[in-house]
T-cell receptor, first 113, second 113 residues
Framework: DAGVIQSPRHEVTEMGQEVTLRCKPI?????LFWYRQTMMRGLELLIY????????DSGMPEDRFSAKMPNASFSTLKIQPSEPRDSAVYFC???????????FGEGSWLTVV | QKEVEQNSGPLSVPEGAIASLNCTYS??????FFWYRQYSGKSPELIMF????GDKEDGRFTAQLNKASQYVSLLIRDSQPSDSATYLC?????????????FGTGTQLKVEL
């Protein structure tokens, strides 16, 4: 089985530009999670979906961040406009249930200059 | 108080020794507990999960859970240099939107030759 697939793996962009990160969860997984990891704050949950519906977006830092899941096999996390403090690794993860193991993608390494 | 707390380390142990990694959590209602390993530049990968009080063993790894003390630990026997990584404790916390998997900031383990 293919794991969680994320793109792009690396992105360097200028402050003020729009950034779109993409994720394909593991087939059959009903839950999809977006996490952000930094040295200072560790791994933070931004938002998660159940059956394509956003359940908890309390971790989304501000209105510049938005996430969508138009179907069971695709999700996006968008930052507009991007700022240097958004530089981090963004992980997408999926699971069958919230109580079960979640599986991470390889991450998208974002640098905003 | 952080929801999940870990000592950041680094924890240094000699090869062949037992490494003991500890984690405390704040929500008494938490029901699922996970240990993830993360190598530098890689995504977190699951090592073990535990749901009930007591010990759970898997090869060289033992997870220990004490819900009364809100404490979970991971023991690594016969530590190898390949065990050098950051170990993330994760706990499900019930929110209005359902169970949310919350991570500690991780403990860096160094196994020295």
């Amino acid at each position: 089985d293919a794991g969680v697939i994320q793109s792009p793996r690396h992105e360097v962009t200028e402050m003020g530009q729009e950034v779109t990160l993409r994720c394909k969860p593991i087939s059959g997984h009903d839950y999809l999670f977006w996490y952000r990891q930094t040295m200072m704050r560790g791994l933070e949950l931004l938002i998660y979906f159940n059956n394509n519906v956003p359940i908890d977006d309390s971790g989304m830092p501000e209105d510049r961040f938005s996430a969508k899941m138009p179907n069971a096999s695709f999700s996006t996390l968008k930052i507009q406009p991007s700022e240097p403090r958004d530089s981090a690794v963004y992980f997408c993860a999926s699971s069958r249930e919230t109580r079960n193991t979640i599986y991470f993608g390889e991450g998208s390494w974002l640098t905003v200059v | 108080q952080k929801e999940v707390e870990q000592n950041s380390g680094p924890l240094s142990v000699p090869e062949g020794a037992i490494a003991s990694l500890n984690c405390t959590y704040s929500d008494r209602g938490s029901q699922s507990f996970f240990w993830y390993r993360q190598y530098s530049g890689k995504s977190p990968e699951l090592i073990m999960f535990i749901y009930s009080n007591g010990d759970k063993e898997d090869g060289r790894f033992t997870a220990q859970l004490n819900k009364a003390s809100q404490y979970v630990s991971l023991l690594i026997r016969d530590s190898q240099p390949s065990d050098s990584a950051t170990y993330l404790c994760a706990v499900t916390i019930l929110t209005g939107g359902g169970n949310k998997l919350t991570f500690g900031t991780g403990t860096q383990l160094k196994v020295e030759l």
